[in-house]
């Protein structure tokens, strides 16, 4: 079945420092593929999202491309602050209407001034 | 747009005993989700509707939980005979027509 694996965390950096949280996935289809941050004691938000080959999504200075040759989808930012300490979760959704999100299992960032 | 909504936000219960929450979707969207969260884990779906229409069941969800959405509008999902395993974030999450999730910001259950 569909899965996704992002490398784990926790990853510590100091502000303005680069980030990458790696992500890859399988699937049997064509999925769209997002990142989704969650602050502590709060609920999802979608960061940002790609639906096809060779998108990129971008907000909030993060980005991420859709490599299909190499099932990807790495999160960057060129300069992280100390409001981005977060967990991060990379997901798929295949295409089918109603297909629910699959998640990877998070990575924890942290970081501090 | 009041975006989604969980009541209760924290349950603490006693083993053996029924939990029932709530989840109030964004009102345009048909499709609702529930998913729940453990400790370090990402999300893990459970359920969904499209309306009314429960359409899938994950393998997770075990006998003793149940989700309706009475008219399309809000769901509930009751876990009975609650277990310490069940202890979790249990997660609702909308959806519109272009892949728009959003989710709301969990019912936390504790069982001792």
């Known amino acids: 079945g569909d899965s996704v694996t992002q490398m784990e965390g926790p990853v510590t950096l100091s502000e303005e420092a680069f980030l990458t949280i790696n992500c890859t996935y399988t699937a049997t289809g064509y999925p769209s593929l997002f990142w989704y941050v969650q602050y502590p004691g709060e609920g999802l938000q979608l960061l940002l999202k790609a639906t096809k080959a060779d998108d990129k999504g971008s907000n909030k200075g993060f980005e991420a491309t859709y490599r299909k040759e190499t099932t990807s989808f790495h999160l960057e930012k060129g300069s992280v602050q100390v409001s981005d300490s977060a967990v991060y979760f990379c997901?798929?959704?295949?295409?089918?209407?109603?297909?629910?999100?699959?998640f990877g299992k998070g990575t924890t960032l942290s970081v501090s001034s | 747009d009041t975006g989604v909504s969980q009541n209760p936000r924290h349950k603490i219960t006693k083993r053996g005993q029924n939990v029932t929450f709530r989840c109030d979707p964004i009102s345009e969207h048909n499709r609702l989700y529930w998913y729940r969260q453990t400790l370090g884990q990402g999300p893990e779906f459970l359920t969904y509707f499209q309306n009314e229409a429960q359409l899938e069941k994950s393998r997770l969800l075990s006998d003793r939980f149940s989700a309706e959405r009475p008219k399309g509008s809000f769901s509930t999902l009751e876990i009975q005979r609650t277990e310490q395993g069940d202890s979790a974030m249990y997660l609702c999450?909308?959806?519109?027509?272009?892949?728009?999730?959003?989710f709301g910001s969990g019912t936390r259950l504790t069982v001792v």
């Open positions: 997901a798929l959704s295949e295409r089918q209407a109603g297909t629910a999100l699959i």
């Open positions: 999450a909308s959806r519109g027509d272009y892949y728009g999730y959003t």
